[in-house]
């Protein structure tokens, strides 16, 4: 009886995830909460500002949902996004072929990081929480050495102004279309890609997964690449947002971007969890910030709500029935 | 039955009308057992007939769904394995419990170490531990030892000292013996027999026949979850007492073996294979359409030496030919491919073999990804194609190919981790103990299988721990003994007989 009950749960389960119902039902109430405030937060204009303001945290949270899949951690991304925007703009300063390279460039160098990264966790076993600690540490190094300890002179090229604020579709801005693009492409990389089906399965029980004849090491190196690239990029975007890259500008990024995989119901302990989750996360804890900050809220009880909301979401989806 | 065998004591435990499921599956049925003060009682039957669930409700592990149990007569229920602990009744898991980077006297003392002013009392740990080892029959061990640095066997005889300083009225042992040498084996044996004098009760849970011959006083058999038949040892032939476990004539569990061997080429050679000290100069092959089992006590080597051929173990000695040819595998990954074909299907299909969370579908595929992409992209229609004849051909009960895999029974997880190796048409097909923990009907479909497979080409190594597989199925049987292949058994020499007396090293050298 009971057992049936639990089969036809669990397929509706998988059909809707209640945690991305429950994410995206919190932003509704959000939004009404904050319409008690003003008016304004269900304009058109506010909503898209809000989009594109989320943009940069999606693209960053795609790579973090890829390592958090696998069960692993990527704490790299404060200094991987200043990487980026840093090196990008860096290049920039070298030329015509600096500018035309700015971009691929602070990307490349995001991409280095998750590769070390990458090599710590896959080849040399290293856990994932301690390495992605260590390569945060030393990129911030290197980023003060090359500056001087001082905010950099570079400023972001036309290009990534233009991904970062323009609009090419009218109305619509280009960081919205971006991270839209991204989207997709994780999309069809979790589901219809054979790496995606290993990514699932290396979270869920790697030991099944390398005897079923996987690399599941070049799995692992691959998507701690890739979140490293996301990251290094959203900063791209970010220096490009603020015509400059600046020494601390991935430090508010590392526990949204987790917030929001995790509000988004893919489970901290890898093997579940779906894109749409997390395009709801990003969302919610952008709303959440913006409507924090009208509320005139201090960055220190932002940081206390965040951390509640993380757990609070971890005690309600983070313990699914352990199936036999 | 029997005028209650003749005692006219009062039972120290009874379980009556225990039931129990776990999700698809019925574990026990309406079980009942009685057991007595200063006896030893075996439990027999087969994996799965619901002897480990019984021992699991006993000890405190798991609640039963219905039933009650009786201690001296008193109706008593056990929600954590510490309130069976209070109770008198300690158990001795097959798996080792003990804490390896802790003294043996820490772990003898774990559940209960004696205190002084809140701390732990060195001193009386210390002793306590020294006794208990002592009425193990181990007083050799040095309590202040680190259990990692123990060998297996001395692991066990800690174990049962752990389990002896907890003061136990009903001593339960589930496949204790398993991981003991022969001469281990003698001395829990006459630990056992001076225990049982004391006035303990003993459950004894074992597949082998022989220690069960030579322990135990009562036997109790189990098949599908309740138990069939109870009975004072000895009274009962070894055939009489697999009838009661299967439930049927022996003989018509398998399909028919050729009659001669297949004079094929080998498609498998390995020669002098060696890994560590697990597996010590290996050398046999396996023919084209052969079953060959590996037999042996637990933990010989037989899963190291699949393991190594699979390309998993590291730094392995010697050589392996696959088509006449050495090769080099260095991970499953180039075990399966094309030039090789190789499968294996592994020990725990729980941790191995599925990703229990995922879909029926995802696990099917998931071997084969390679053979049902292109350029890494899945093509959905010929993945749905193949896995549908794996379905068909291994007839995989689940309501629906979506559901998490981990919701099927046991037999049908295991036919989910069979058919996704098939699916690559494998030609060397290794197997670890593929039948533990399922059902009689799923086994039997799994032995026809087998030799179907065989039949059309394959090379089949077939490890079991159950030696009537390896009778039933197999047209060799090597046996290892510590690593090393102690015995070939060729036809009518695989004998239950044969089997065991090699396994535990009886014939020939050791009788020196």
């Known amino acids: ?324 | 039955m029997a005028a209650d065998m003749g005692d006219a004591r009062p039972p120290l435990l009874r379980m009556e009308g225990i039931s129990k499921r776990f999700g698809g599956v019925r574990a026990l049925e309406e079980a009942e057992l009685t057991v007595r003060a200063g006896r030893i009682h075996a439990v027999l039957g087969e994996n799965g007939a619901g002897k480990s669930t019984l021992i699991k409700i006993l000890a405190g592990v798991i609640s039963p769904d219905e039933g009650r149990m009786l201690l001296d007569g008193g109706e008593v229920s056990f929600a954590s394995p510490a309130e069976a602990n209070r109770a008198g009744i300690v158990c001795i898991f097959q798996e080792l419990s003990l804490i390896p980077d802790l003294s043996v006297a820490d772990n003898i003392a774990l559940f209960d170490p004696p205190r002084r002013f809140g701390l732990i009392d060195r001193r009386a740990q210390r002793r306590i531990a020294e006794e208990a080892l002592a009425r193990a029959g181990a007083p050799d061990i040095h309590p202040m030892a680190l259990v990692k640095d123990l060998p297996l066997s001395r692991r066990q005889m800690v174990e049962i000292a752990k389990s002896l300083a907890r003061q136990p009225r009903i001593l339960i042992l589930d496949e204790a013996t398993s991981a003991l040498t022969a001469a281990d084996v003698a001395k829990v044996f006459s630990v056992l027999k001076r225990l049982r004098s004391e006035g303990l009760a003993l459950l004894y849970i074992s597949h082998r026949m022989h220690e069960i011959a030579e322990l135990a006083d009562e036997c109790t058999v189990f098949r599908n979850g309740r138990n069939v038949a109870s009975y004072p040892a000895g009274t009962k032939t070894d055939n009489e007492v697999v009838e009661l476990m299967i439930g049927r004539e022996y003989k018509h569990v398998f399909p028919p073996k050729p009659v001669s061997p297949p004079a094929a080429r080998p498609v498998l050679e390995c020669r002098n294979l060696s890994w560590s000290e697990r597996l010590r100069d290996i050398s046999f092959s396996v023919r084209q359409g052969e079953v060959v089992g590996l037999g042996g006590l637990d933990g010989q080597g037989q899963r190291e030496l699949l393991l190594a051929l699979f390309g998993v173990l590291r730094g392995c000695g010697g050589k392996v030919l696959v088509n006449g040819k050495p090769v080099a595998l260095s991970s499953p990954g180039q075990a399966k491919a094309d030039g090789i074909g190789m499968a294996l299907i592994p020990e725990d299909r729980k941790t191995e073999g599925l990703m229990l969370p995922m879909s029926v579908r995802e696990n099917l595929s998931f071997a084969s990804l390679d053979r049902v992409s292109r350029h890494g992209l899945i093509d959905r229609a010929a993945e749905d194609r193949q896995i549908e004849e794996m379905v068909r051909l291994l007839a995989i009960r689940a309501g629906s190919l979506d559901m998490p895999v981990g919701g099927l029974s046991g037999g049908n997880q295991q036919k989910v981790v069979i058919a996704k190796w098939l699916m690559r048409a494998p030609r060397i097909i290794l197997l670890n103990d593929p039948t533990r923990g399922i059902d009689v009907g799923t086994k039997q479909e799994i032995y026809q299988l087998l030799r179907r497979l065989a039949d059309a080409g394959a090379a089949i190594l077939f490890y079991s721990t159950d030696y009537d597989e390896l009778i039933g199925c197999c047209d060799r049987v090597l046996v290892l003994y510590d690593g090393m292949i102690k015995r070939e058994l060729v036809g009518k020499e695989i004998t239950e007989h044969a089997l065991i007396a090699t396994a535990l090293n009886i014939s020939g050298e050791q009788a020196a």
């Open chain 1, 1 to 324: 009886m009971s057992e049936t009950a639990n089969l036809v749960g669990t397929r509706w389960l998988r059909r809707v995830d209640p945690a991305v119902a429950t994410a995206f039902a919190c932003i509704i109430l959000l939004l009404a909460f904050g319409s008690l405030y003003s008016t304004n937060f269900l304009s058109p204009e506010y909503l898209l500002q809000q989009l594109k303001v989320a943009s940069f945290l999606g693209v960053i949270a795609t790579g973090m949902m890829l390592v958090i899949l696998l069960g692993q951690i990527d704490l790299s991304v404060p200094w991987a996004v200043a990487v980026g925007g840093m090196m990008a703009c860096a290049a920039a300063a070298y030329g015509t072929v600096g500018v035309y390279l700015a971009i691929p460039f602070g990307v490349a160098c995001g991409a280095a990081i998750g590769l070390v990264n990458g090599i710590g966790v896959a080849y040399l076993r290293i856990p994932s929480m301690i390495i992605t600690l260590a390569t945060n540490a030393v990129a911030q190094g290197l980023m003060v050495v090359y500056t001087g300890g001082f905010s950099p002179r570079d400023s972001a090229t036309a290009a990534m102004r233009f991904l970062a604020t323009g609009s090419l579709l009218p109305g619509i801005p280009n960081a919205v279309v971006i991270w839209a693009l991204i989207g997709f492409a994780a999309v069809f990389l979790l589901t219809r890609t054979t790496f995606g089906r290993s990514v699932y399965a290396i979270g869920n029980r790697e030991r099944a997964a390398y005897l079923s004849g996987i690399d599941t090491r070049r799995i692992v190196m691959v998507a701690f690449i890739l979140s490293g690239a996301l990251s290094a990029f959203g900063g791209v975007l970010l220096a490009g947002y603020a015509s400059k890259a600046a020494q601390a500008m991935g430090d508010a990024y590392l526990l949204p971007a987790i917030a929001a995989v995790v509000l988004g119901g893919t489970s901290i302990l890898g093997g579940r969890g779906s894109y749409l989750g997390t395009i709801a996360g990003v969302i919610l804890i952008t709303v959440l910030q913006s409507i924090l900050s009208v509320m005139q809220m201090p960055e220190a009880g932002r940081q206390v709500i965040y951390g509640i909301l993380i757990v609070a979401m971890l005690l309600l989806y983070g313990r699914t029935p352990a199936l036999r």
